[in-house]
């Protein structure tokens, strides 16, 4: 069992930023691709931003590509999601998952393949 805990969620003005961060209690973080994803009221989840548990590899949704950065600290257990240049329609509640293994270059983007999830954390961006 993984249990992830997700932080750094808050309220902020368009074009503001924020870090958000997900911490796994698993001894073998290393060995897990971790992802993000969202859900806005009265949508369907969808995934953010993905990464190999090497590191090697990442993927973004088209709709944050060049804003978002994801990225992880294995000896930290972590994996962070640091958002620039934040807009209203970023506002979700932003939830980290976990999949044991995946490809060491090709990250997993589809949410069903994603063994664990957290509680969600709430972004909001106001006008």
């Known amino acids: 069992q993984v249990h992830l805990v997700e932080s750094g969620g808050g309220s902020v003005q368009v074009g503001d930023s924020l870090r958000l961060a997900c911490t796994a209690s698993?001894?073998?973080?290393?060995?897990?691709?971790m992802g993000w994803f969202r859900q806005a009221p009265g949508k369907e989840r969808e995934y953010v931003a993905v990464i190999t548990w090497s590191g090697g590899g990442t993927s973004y949704a088209d709709s944050v590509k060049g804003r978002f950065t994801i990225s992880r600290d294995n000896g930290a257990n972590t994996v962070y999601l640091q958002m620039n240049s934040l807009k209203p329609e970023d506002t979700a509640v932003y939830y980290c998952a976990a999949a044991r293994g995946g490809s060491y270059y090709r990250p997993l983007i589809e949410a069903f393949r994603y063994d664990y999830w957290g509680q969600g954390t709430q972004v909001t961006v106001s006008s």
């Open positions: 698993v001894t073998s973080f290393n060995t897990y691709s």
